[in-house]
């Protein structure tokens, strides 16, 4: 299983601030991520930033996740 972490605003809807999901890439980690969390998790994913490992997905939604990645959702921050 990957470790998924939310921030700010995912982690609020998530209800929680990390998880534990079986996926074999990391567009079916989201997808059980979206299955879980429900409609309003899904719209704010739809305008995160996504890391594995510290870094942008190299395969896109086809970069494959393991039991020692992490998956991390970063939500937009607005400020100044």
Do not use: H, Q
Request: one cysteine or more; proline letters at 8%.
């Amino acid at each position: 299983m990957s470790r998924l972490v939310l921030f700010a605003r995912a982690r609020e809807l998530a209800g929680r601030s990390n998880d534990d999901i079986d996926a074999a890439t990391l567009g079916e980690l989201l997808d059980r991520a979206k299955e879980a969390y429900g409609p309003d998790f899904a719209a704010i994913l739809d305008r995160c930033r996504v890391w594995v490992n510290g870094n942008e997905p190299t395969d896109g939604m086809e970069t494959p996740v393991g039991p020692k990645d992490e998956v991390a959702v970063l939500p937009p921050v607005s400020g100044g």
